[in-house]
Structures are given as structure tokens and as C-alpha cells.
């Protein structure tokens, strides 16, 4: 089995990376993941800290049955895994849609120079 050696396009010269992050479209692409990524860290920070307060500080609170033996405390705690499962599915949805092609837009800019 023989592999053949990469092809060589030539010498080239890299890309300015200081350049491409001050193009528009750079700053474009960073403006979208930040819009997505800040709003919902910190809404999973306050969630989560909602939850070790009330671990914490209303006991009888989170003891409160639901139904059968399943209290409050359960209910929230696997609100918890649930809400991480849907933000990384969501996450990468969003990356998939939005950021991808923004990405390969400038990356195909850049090979494109190359």
C-alpha cells in the first residue's frame, strides 16, 4: 500500500493573524459567539447557584415531595444535568448555524491569499 506524498503548492507566505483579527468579519464572528456564549454562562451560573442556596439555606423547602419519594431537591438537581445537556446541544446548534460559516468564510479568505 503506497500513499503519495502530499502536494506542495509552492512557498507562501502565512497569513497576517494580527491583520485578520482586526478585519470586520473576524470581528463579526467573535461578536456572535460572545452574544451567545456571556448571556447564557451566566444565566447557567445563577441557576446552578439557585440551587446550592437552596441546598444550602431551605432545607424544608427542597424536602417537599413532588410525588412518591421524589422531592424538590431531586426535581432540581436533575434540572440541573438536563439544563447541561440542552445548552451543549444548543450551543452546537447555534455554532453549526451561525459560527461555522462565518468561520469558513474567513478561512477560505485566507487559503484563498495563500
Known amino acids: 500500500m503506497s500513499t503519495a506524498p502530499p502536494t506542495d503548492p509552492g512557498p507562501h507566505e502565512p497569513p497576517d493573524f494580527i491583520e ?3 478585519s470586520p468579519e473576524f470581528a463579526e464572528l467573535r461578536h456572535t459567539q460572545r452574544a451567545f456564549a456571556f448571556p447564557v454562562t451566566i444565566a447557567f451560573i445563577l441557576w446552578y447557584l439557585v ?10 423547602f427542597m424536602a417537599t ?49 495563500a
Open 20 to 22: 485578520v483579527q482586526s
Open 51 to 60: 440551587y446550592v442556596l437552596l441546598s444550602s439555606y431551605a432545607g424544608a
Open 65 to 113: 415531595k413532588v410525588f412518591g419519594n421524589v422531592n424538590v431537591a431531586f426535581v432540581l438537581g436533575i434540572g440541573q444535568f438536563a439544563t447541561t445537556f440542552l445548552i451543549a446541544w444548543w450551543y452546537s446548534r447555534h455554532a453549526a448555524t451561525k459560527l461555522d460559516p462565518k468561520a469558513e468564510a474567513i478561512k477560505s479568505r485566507l487559503e484563498g491569499d
